[in-house]
């Protein structure tokens, strides 16, 4: 007994070790940074997404006066224009 599972623990170990040998390790991936111009854009894209978003608020209260639900109908227009909502102000 002891004999057949001394071969069978030396086999486990040798497949491990082969197994472990075939382990191709990949360097890590470079991320590039975006550059300075493309910074600025995706800023200003940013920025003008928010302006918009805060127009729509002000127009939607304007309208109806319940800032809460203008800020969820709002976000919620904006959504399924597919649009990430950017916050300009913090939350009340």
């Known amino acids: 007994m002891k004999p057949t599972l001394i071969v069978l623990f030396t086999l486990c170990a040798a497949?491990?070790?082969a197994r472990a040998e075939d382990v191709v390790v990949l360097p890590a991936a470079t991320v590039e940074q975006p550059s300075a111009d493309a910074q600025a854009r995706?800023?200003?894209q940013a920025r003008a997404a928010a302006e918009r978003r805060q127009r729509m608020?002000?127009?939607c209260i304007a309208n109806h006066g319940y800032?809460?639900?203008c800020v969820r109908e709002v976000d919620t227009e904006l959504r399924a224009e597919g649009a990430r909502v950017i916050h300009l102000r913090a939350p009340h």
């Open 67 to 69: 800032e809460n639900d």
């Open 42 to 44: 995706q800023a200003e």
């Open 57 to 59: 608020i002000d127009e």
């Open 15 to 17: 497949t491990s070790i």
